[in-house]
């Protein structure tokens, strides 16, 4: 397969961490969005190891905090529309990992190990409070299950948003191996597309002039916040990042650290939403015919976190693809909404 000449951030946001393809839909409306321009400055910076900031966003007032982990390859920004409708009911905050958004890089390896740790840097430093109810969309789910397996306490609630589970890659490679193959490919690429574009920039630095390797933001963006996002995508040390994390995450050293601090969260309320509709890729022959074994395993997987409560939900949302929130963003607030009173009504 040749490598892509898709930007490698875009590669990226192909994938349903790791395997599903699902392109991300157009930002959904919200009521009383927040406002774009706020978004081309960080939110508050945290100390972390290495003289490194780790930059939060929160909205709202009131308990337990909702605290929002993005996909893979997405940063805090992808949160707007729902930190505007949740910061009506509780107080909501947004955080980006190294190397995203205004989050500085790391010389760390990105595992889920030292994302779950930049967490809980990023909450103890902040002041927010526990308990909180986490949210997580993609491979945000792996930071969000491995802060509540190491810190149940502090943990009222969960909603995970079409998630990622640890043994996605052997589970769908058993059940749909042509389509598989394809997801393969496209990992595979992605991986290659970045690693291509380090390798790059280490070998050059960036002349002045178009990155073929970044991303360019959307025309109707503020100017300020385009030329925001433009810098913070061309830094080298931050494609570093993504990349450890994009290996960290198809080699299986994320499955292996999550199968190690597995275990069940008691009564704690979760809630799974899974995307109810296929991948909207062109697949023909055998793999066209492995489309509903894949939605079906996926929703296996899924039905399987929310099993790790005695009060787990799963779902699955019709008319949704992976980027549920941007689909039927109102499914997920309910979602939040839902876990929000049951934490209130138990005085968690």
Excluded at 99 to 118: C, I, L, M, N
Excluded at 229 to 258: K, P, V, Y
Excluded at 267 to 278: K, N, W
Aim: charged share 20%; proline share 9%; net charge positive.
């Amino acid at each position: 397969m040749k490598r892509s000449t898709i930007p490698y951030r875009c590669l990226v946001r192909l994938l349903v961490p790791g395997l599903l393809i699902a392109a991300p839909a157009p930002a959904a409306p919200s009521p009383a969005p927040l406002e774009l321009g706020a978004y081309a400055r960080p939110g508050l910076l945290v100390k972390a190891p290495g003289g490194r900031r780790l930059s939060i966003r929160c909205v709202g007032e009131g308990g337990p905090a909702v605290i929002l982990t993005a996909g893979a390859g997405d940063q805090s920004l992808t949160w707007r529309s729902i930190q505007s409708t949740v910061a009506g009911k509780t107080r909501v905050c947004a955080w980006d990992r190294a190397g995203f958004g205004f989050s500085d890089p790391s010389v760390e390896v990105q595992d889920v190990s030292h994302r779950t740790a930049d967490l809980e840097r990023i909450l103890a430093g902040s002041g927010i409070r526990p308990p909180y109810l986490l949210v997580g969309h993609s491979l945000g789910s792996f930071e969000t299950l491995m802060f509540a397996f190491r810190h149940p306490r502090k943990v009222a609630g969960i909603v995970l948003i079409d998630p990622s589970s640890p043994d996605q890659d052997a589970r769908l490679k058993r059940a749909t191996p042509a389509f598989y193959d394809i997801i393969d490919a496209y990992q595979k690429g992605a991986v290659e597309a970045l690693r291509a574009c380090v390798v790059k920039d280490s070998a050059k630095p960036q002349a002045s002039g178009e990155d073929a390797c970044a991303n360019t933001p959307p025309d109707d963006y503020p100017p300020e916040l385009r030329e925001a996002l433009i810098q913070l995508d061309s830094r080298t040390a931050a494609r570093r990042n993504h990349l450890s994390l994009l290996e960290a995450m198809f080699s299986g050293t994320d499955t292996r650290q999550l199968h190690a601090a597995w275990r069940p969260l008691g009564d704690t309320p979760i809630i799974v939403l899974t995307a109810g509709s296929p991948p909207p890729m062109p697949v023909e022959g055998q793999a066209r015919q492995e489309v509903p074994l894949i939605q079906a395993e996926w929703a296996r997987m899924h039905a399987a976190i929310a099993a790790l409560s005695s009060r787990g939900t799963h779902r699955v949302v019709t008319g949704a693809t992976h980027y549920i929130y941007r689909d039927r963003p109102e499914v997920v607030t309910d979602a939040i909404a839902e876990v929000l009173r049951s934490i209130r009504d138990a005085g968690r």
